[in-house]
């Protein structure tokens, strides 16, 4: 039944950017389900006492090096799912320039689609090769930013975009070639994690600040990761295996439009 406990019993899976966030509530999701997790990131202060504490492994991978790709993928042996979570911004604790699209500079743009863009392909390419004889399925975390303009954040809202448009060709690639593999995306939007807070930095009421983001959200509140989560995990298990080349939107609604009513 679909969010069985054991619904993702006997899968390995691999998640990217896990230290924190929608990637460590995805790691501890599927570790819920039965599933033997391998939590990856760069931050290895973090990620390695998460994956202690989930019962997970922890490996260090740098999502933009082939090495570490290739590294990652020798030690864990058979493998059921990749999800390619590992994302940045660009501001923030990215610590990168202006992100609009007349200041940002060039070399801030292709440091977002390193890690956003040039991460996913990688990641869907050694997880096709890992995968292609067994079966196995692939979801990219992609946002709703990626179906929108932003106008303060044009390399984050274009990674994204383009994170959407090869998960499609991807999930067709896999077909074609009668690879048992799946490829689909979750688009997350106004979930409350890391990336959020820099937004409430220097707010004088915090609880306000959020109120006000959640207002803007047709079910007028912030989702969580958690929430996420689940819906990955659902996209990893068999329960999903007649779903491949899709986009789901996890936002409140914000991708339908407003909830607001015209006045009488």
């Not at 999800?83 to 609009?100: H, S």
């Not at 303060?152 to 809202?157: C, E, Q, R, S, T």
Request: net charge negative; charged share 20%.
């Amino acid at each position: 039944m679909p969010g069985s406990v054991t619904q993702l019993e006997g899968k390995a899976i691999l998640v990217t950017g896990a230290a924190r966030g929608i990637g460590l509530a995805i790691a501890r999701t599927c570790v819920e389900r039965g599933a033997s997790v391998v939590l990856s990131d760069v931050r290895d202060a973090e990620g390695e006492p998460a994956a202690e504490t989930l019962g997970a492994r922890y490996v260090h991978l740098d999502v933009r090096a082939e090495d570490d790709w290739r590294a990652a993928l020798n030690s864990i042996g058979d493998l059921h799912g990749v999800v390619n979570n590992a994302g940045i911004t660009g501001f923030g604790q990215d610590e990168l320039g202006p992100q609009d699209a007349e200041r940002c500079a060039l070399e801030d743009w292709r440091a977002v689609h390193a890690t956003n863009l040039d991460g996913v392909f990688l990641g869907c390419r050694f997880a096709i090769a890992a995968m292609k004889r067994a079966g196995g399925s692939i979801v990219n975390i992609a946002s709703r930013s990626g179906r929108v303009g932003v106008g303060g954040a044009v390399a984050y809202a274009s990674s994204k975009a383009a994170v959407i448009n090869h998960t499609k060709s991807v999930a067709l690639y896999c077909a074609e070639r009668g690879y048992p593999i799946r490829c689909n995306a979750v688009l997350p939007g106004a979930i409350l994690t890391p990336m959020w807070e820099v937004l409430l930095e220097g707010a004088p009421d915090r609880e306000a600040a959020i109120a006000a983001m959640a207002a803007e959200v047709p079910l007028k509140r912030m989702g969580t990761p958690g929430e996420v989560a689940c819906l990955v995990a659902y996209l990893l298990g068999d329960e999903s295996r007649y779903i491949t080349g899709s986009e789901f939107g996890v936002d409140g609604g914000l991708a339908a439009g407003t909830a607001a009513q015209p006045k009488k």
